[in-house]
């Protein structure tokens, strides 16, 4: 099974650069989620998607955006690209409302390592 | 917000039991607490979740306090396999913004 699949998997860009983290699943998941994950660091959310069409900010949304025209699709747009965006990132996707009722399960992709210089 | 509090570090040898405890002393009456582990280079995996009672599955066990306010994570019979990085996760619900709360994660070396 594909599960929560991420590309690309490392990318370098320069500072003013854009650039789309692209994800997709094949679970038929709802739910899906785009977090950062600086060195030594935990996960921060930074959007979510309860279903296409629908999208909200998480923690650390600022330099980002997300589009969710079908279920399986969740590209995250970075316009602008800072060094402080030099980062790790995870897309994710959730069966059930994890963040509305607390249960449920994540499945996470791989990750895509991005340096922004 | 509810925050955890987890060692940085642990260590244990292979087939030998592991407690993997996280503190979370101000978690309100309808946060879950969650158990993810990550290993080298890959996203989380999903290990265990519970509210109030004591969990189960093929993976782990979680012993939740009754109080609430700290629980352990106990692998059985660790592996080389299980060296990973553990996180002891909070899910809050926040309305507008929801937040899932990560700890600092323990970093678990299993020797063998």
């Known amino acids: 099974n594909a599960g929560v699949t991420q590309t690309p998997k490392f990318r370098i860009l320069k500072i003013g650069q854009s650039m789309t983290l692209q994800c997709a699943q094949d679970?038929?998941?709802?739910?899906m989620y785009w977090y950062r994950q600086d060195p030594g660091m935990g996960l921060k959310l930074i959007y979510y998607?309860?279903?296409?069409?629908?999208?909200d900010k998480g923690e650390v949304p600022n330099g980002y955006n997300v589009s969710r025209s079908t279920t399986e699709d969740f590209p995250l747009r970075l316009e602008l690209a800072a060094p402080s965006q030099t980062s790790v990132y995870f897309c994710?996707?959730?069966?059930?409302?994890?963040?509305?009722?607390?249960?449920?399960?994540?499945?996470f992709g791989e990750g895509s390592r991005l340096t922004v210089l | 917000d509810a925050k955890t509090t987890q060692p940085n570090s642990m260590e244990s040898n292979e087939e030998e039991p592991v407690h993997l405890p996280c503190n979370h002393s101000t978690i309100s009456g309808t946060d879950y607490i969650h158990w993810y582990r990550q290993l080298p280079s890959q996203g989380p995996e999903y290990v265990i979740h519970?509210?109030?009672s004591n969990v189960n599955n093929r993976m782990a066990s979680l012993a939740i306090a009754e109080d609430r306010k700290s629980s352990t994570l106990i692998l059985h019979r660790a592996t080389l396999r299980d060296a990973a990085v553990y996180y002891c996760i909070l899910s809050t619900y926040g309305g507008a913004t929801n937040k899932l709360i990560f700890g600092t994660g323990t970093l678990l070396a299993v020797q063998p």
């Open positions: 519970g509210l109030t």
């Open positions: 998607s309860v279903g296409a069409g629908i999208t």
């Open positions: 994710a996707s959730s069966p059930t409302p994890w963040l509305a009722v607390n249960t449920g399960e994540l499945f």
């Open positions: 679970m038929n998941h709802n739910y």
